[in-house]
């Protein structure tokens, strides 16, 4: 994740990162995310603002990990996030023990 994060913040002109997220990264799933209802706007303007810019700019967008990776790690002030601390747990089916 530390290599990630100085990928996603080192940016270019355009605000994109100057060398793109790799593709065969796995590190933050898009599906799952709780938030206020009071943020739920000002995270639908922000991924898709992000996702029009990475395809105006002809990025790689192979899923979803890749806008909410840049999302996240950009603006980590916004956001908490979770890992395993028992390593026989699998971080991405952590939601169900999280509840």
């Given at each position: 994740?530390?290599?990630l994060h100085k990928i996603v913040n080192n940016k270019n002109a355009l605000g994109l990162p100057a060398q793109p997220i790799p593709a065969h990264?796995?590190?933050?799933?898009?599906?799952?995310f709780i938030c206020?209802?009071?943020k739920l706007a000002w995270w639908s303007?922000?991924?898709n603002n992000r996702l029009e810019l990475y395809f105006k700019n002809s990025y790689l967008v192979k899923d979803d990990q890749i806008i909410v990776v840049d999302c996240v790690l950009s603006d980590m002030e916004q956001f908490v996030?979770?890992?395993?601390?028992?390593?026989?747990?699998?971080?991405?089916?952590?939601?169900?023990?999280?509840?």
């Open positions: 994740m530390n290599h990264q796995n590190s933050i799933a898009g599906g799952f206020h209802k009071d303007e922000t991924y996030l979770f890992r395993e601390e028992r390593p026989m747990l699998d971080n991405w089916f952590m939601f169900q023990r999280i509840l």
